[in-house]
């Protein structure tokens, strides 16, 4: 008897491990005390479910209708105010202690950490990622259909990120991290988490937002200290070495939100004129001029429209030098350099 | 002040009219019930085949049957329909036919604005599908519609919008109907402490439906404004508010939650003590909990919008652990029904068996999400995609059937084959698990809903492929139903009129019921009045 109840709660024990087998670990601090909490949850679940289950086949099997049980009469007992009280009880308790445990990790999950290593600003936008390293400078983009973002963070280190999103909802969410959060058009949410672990992990976009909602893929490199101040290095050297000749009138397309170049140049101290086509259906786009990446004043901002539309801008003359042009709904995910020859 | 209509003591015969005028004019709650199951089931086998195409689509990475917009179409429509065209016009058709019976009436409370809620339900169901036909498809993002994708999309988006506005009225006006019928139409002796606990669940049904339902209409107004009137409510590049949407449709969506499954429980609570010779076990412990939850049920709303992280958590997730605790009171009254009970495995006791068993992993599996830390790991992932049909097929799907076994007699005044619904039975149960169980698993691994692609080497396709198989498993199993539908539709009626040694009154009239429901009312003293009738008849 009590060999075979200790091999009953072996079993019971062994399934609870198979079952916590199937969560990832967390890749971060935080992601790994919503791990632990999944545990809590499968070993307080489990025994209620295989406590119910197991009374509904033991009734099944013990209380069918048999020959020999014919005539008996059947109780007809249907409880009172005591089973009623312990009814009540049970689950109670049960869900008392979880409310308290879950809002032990919910604390941990969401505090903001006062010192960041990495400071990024997240976009999300129809259908691809922008992230942003505020501190370092420079941004990482995806376009829709053709490029996923790929970015690195140095591990061991918290990152703090500001989500944002330019048109609909979308989610920021990598599995690994047993995280995900809305990007929110016009409510822009913050949270902290630091990397665990090395390793090349995938994300994507979790909250349906339109057409190519399953395209919306990034991965997340977690790196030595070391890899990520000479990916920084790189990425840096790579954002200023965009190069073209001025060829003719400029001509700018988007399509899939996403312009058919990242470098127009014209000549110095002549008027020129843009051509902007909008081939994306219902969605708007604009063409603006900067000084450089992420000034806040533009040197000439053309109206948003939607495709499928063409318009021509005429512009005045600009002095020598590199000049940074974008759609400004989608931002650096469709921006470039404009060079003056 | 009582209006009464003048009657002629004699009356000119009724002119035979053709049958199809006679059921398109019925203002009988019977043929009505009838019209919304014939037409939920449609909608069901509709909707379903929608699902058939996502699983396809879904069992290998690539493009296989649909285009991206196509797929994100179908899970719009396979959700939209199943909600609000099959799940809750079959629990209220089931409530239409029956609730006059079993409180001992002789029709609805309102026989015309019944007629008229049914028949706004195909007439919004069209709408909806009708955008199929329009350019860029139907409506596309998604049975919730979250703004502002759903402020994009083309003319199906708005058929979608106005065929929900049709609906909506549809169940707030049948709402209406089965509260005034419930509380005012009721037979001597019928009184509350009496009344069959299905007909408890559709009281409580009601008022959701007549509370929450015109927050829905209000916020579809309000995005129909959006698209097409130049109004701004959830669009932020004007001062409007994102969040504003997910507020008010899950302020009418979680109660929406309640009104899909607690007709199934009343189903349950019916058939489970017929079929075990008991009474209910604690029966007003039962009420107290529908009373419960019905209240609870506006509270909670938030706990779908854990995600955008500005949401109070610990009141939303107190109040969601809350609401668990009168469902949990629910199996334990169930459990103790089959307790020394003497059980009998007829088609209806198997699907109401299947109900406990599943609707249990789909409460379960819901107290992960109730967490809203662990919400953020499995929210918006397959994992969220399991436990909706494990409440929403395990639970109230697998309540319809048993409710369809076991009333099927009283409707037709025919059986179903025993043998033909143990195989429905079975071969749903295991296509069930085989569809959803995995989808757990899926979550865990990360993979969003709503994707109509996944990458080769994300170590979802195996899992992907289970589901699949397992779908069509489902589908193998309704065509079994329906075969056995049509073979004993074929079949002279001859079923008595109490084939199950029924409790409640429905069992106390032939099979089917005349116009006028009874010849002859038998007393009500408890809530098994066809029961005491049997006994008093043993011990004459």
């Known amino acids: 008897m009590a060999a075979c109840r200790r091999s009953r709660i072996g079993l019971a024990v062994l399934a609870a491990a198979a079952l916590a087998g199937c969560a990832k670990q967390g890749a971060t601090v935080q992601g790994q005390e919503i791990h632990d909490l999944y545990v809590l949850i499968i070993i307080l679940a489990l025994p209620v479910f295989i406590g119910v289950e197991g009374v509904l086949l033991w009734c099944i099997v013990r209380y069918r209708q048999r020959r020999t049980s014919d005539g008996q009469p059947v109780s007809q007992r249907a409880g009172g105010p005591r089973s009623l009280a312990v009814f009540f009880a049970i689950p109670t308790v049960i869900v008392t202690f979880f409310f308290l445990y879950g809002e032990r990790t919910l604390a941990d999950v969401q505090r903001p950490e006062p010192n960041p290593a990495v400071e990024l ?47 609909v909802v979308h989610e920021f969410y990598v599995p690994d991290f047993l ?66 000749n001025p060829s003719g009138p400029l001509k700018l397309v ?58 021509t801008f005429e512009l005045r003359p600009l002095p020598k030098g590199r000049y940074y042009f974008q759609c400004d709904v989608h931002g650096p995910a469709m921006s470039g350099a404009l060079v003056v020859k | 002040m009582a209006i009464v209509e003048p009657r002629t003591t004699e009356r000119a015969p ?140 083309g003319a199906g988006q708005d058929l979608w919008i106005v065929g929900l506005v049709v609906v909506g009225t549809a169940s707030i006006l049948s709402g209406v109907n089965f509260i005034v019928t419930i509380l005012r139409l009721r037979a001597p002796g019928m009184t509350m ?46 001062g409007g508010d994102v969040l504003l949407w997910q507020h008010v449709f899950w302020f009418f969506g979680h109660p929406e939650v309640y009104m899909l499954i607690l007709g199934a429980w009343g189903v349950v609570s019916e058939i489970l003590p017929v079929f075990s010779g008991r009474p209910l076990f604690g029966y007003p ?71 406990i068993a599943l609707f249990l992993i789909g409460g379960v599996d819901g107290v992960w999400m109730a967490s809203p830390s662990m919400d953020f790991a499995i929210h918006d992932t397959y994992w969220v995609v399991a436990h909706i049909h494990y409440v929403l097929f395990g639970g109230t799907v697998f309540g319809v059937m048993a409710a369809s076994y076991y009333w099927f007699p009283k409707i037709t005044g025919r059986l179903l084959s025993r043998k033909l619904g143990q195989w429905h039975f079975w071969l749903m149960f295991l296509g069930f698990n085989l569809t959803f169980f995995p989808m757990h698993e899926l979550g865990l691994r990360g993979m969003p809903r709503r994707v109509a692609d996944y990458l ?85």
């Not at chain 1, 691809?128 to 505020?134: D, E, G, H, I």
């Open chain 2, 285 to 355: 412990g039962v009420i107290l909990a529908f009373v419960l939850i019905t209240a609870l049920s506006f509270s909670v709303w938030a706990h779908h919008m854990f995600v955008t992280g500005q949401v109070e958590y610990p009141f939303f997730s107190a109040t969601t652990e809350l609401i668990s605790i009168p469902t949990g009171v629910l199996f334990f009254n169930w459990l103790a029904t089959l307790w020394r009970g003497r059980l009998r495995f007829e088609p209806p006791m198997l699907f109401a068996l299947g109900f």
């Open chain 1, 179 to 244: 995280f995900m959060r809305n990007a929110l058009p016009g409510r822009p949410n913050e949270f902290s988490f630091t990397p665990t672990r090395i390793g090349t992990f995938r994300g994507q976009c979790a909250e349906f937002c339109g057409l190519h909602h399953d395209q919306m893929r990034f991965v997340l490199k977690v790196v030595s200290q070391a890899d990520y101040v000479a990916w920084v290095d790189q990425a840096r050297k790579a954002a200023q070495h965009v190069d073209c």
């Open chain 1, 254 to 311: 988007s399509k899939d939100n996403s312009w058919n170049t990242g470098c127009l140049a014209v000549a110095a101290g002549s008027p020129f004129s843009v051509s902007v086509s909008n081939l994306d259906p219902g969605i708007e786009h604009n063409f603006a001029i900067y000084p450089k990446a992420g000034a806040k004043r533009p040197l000439f901002q053309g109206p948003r429209f939607a495709g499928v539309a063409e318009k």
């Open chain 2, 456 to 540: 080769p080497d994300a170590g979802w396709s195996f899992l992907n492929q289970l589901a699949t198989a397992g779908s069509f498993l489902i589908a193998v199993s309704l065509l079994v139903f329906l075969v056995n539908v049509v073979l004993t539709l074929r079949r002279p009626p001859d079923a008595p009129p109490d084939p199950w040694e029924g409790n409640t009154l429905e069992w106390a009239t032939t099979s089917p019921p005349p116009v006028h429901n009874f010849d002859r009312l038998p007393e009500v003293r408890s809530n098994r009045p066809v029961r005491d009738g049997r006994e008093q008849e043993v011990a004459r």
């Open chain 2, 193 to 238: 402490t009496r009344l069959p606990v299905f007909v408890w669940s559709m009281l409580a049904t009601s008022l959701l439906m007549v509370l929450a339902t015109p927050v829905l209409t209000a916020g579809l107004l309000m995005l129909f404004a959006d698209r097409r009137l130049g109004a701004f409510f959830f669009n932020p590049t004007h």
């Open chain 1, 121 to 167: 600003r997240i976009d999300g936008f129809q259908w691809q990622w922008t992230v942003y390293y505020l501190n370092e400078g420079f941004f990482v983009t995806g376009k829709t259909l053709t490029k996923e973002p790929v970015f690195e963070l140095p591990v061991g280190a918290p990152v703090h990120v500001r989500l944002e999103a330019r048109d």
């Open chain 2, 14 to 153: 009724e002119p035979q009219r053709h049958w199809l005028v006679e059921w398109l004019t019925t203002t009988d709650h019977k043929r009505i019930g009838i019209l919304y199951l014939g037409n939920s089931f449609a909608f069901f086998f509709v909707a379903g085949l929608f699902a058939l195409l996502m699983r396809t689509e879904l069992a290998a990475p690539g493009r296989q049957l649909v285009t991206t917009n196509g797929y994100n179409q179908l899970f719009t429509l396979h959700g939209t329909l199943m909600i609000f065209l099959f799940i809750l016009p079959v629990l209220v058709g089931f409530g239409n036919y029956l609730i006059p019976l079993q409180i001992g009436a002789l029709d609805m409370a309102f026989p015309r604005i019944n007629a008229l809620s049914f028949w706004l339900l195909p007439v919004g169901g069209l709408t909806i599908l009708s955008g199929l036909l329009a350019r860029g498809g139907a409506a596309a993002a998604g049975w919730t519609s979250y703004a502002p994708v759903s402020e994009q999309g």
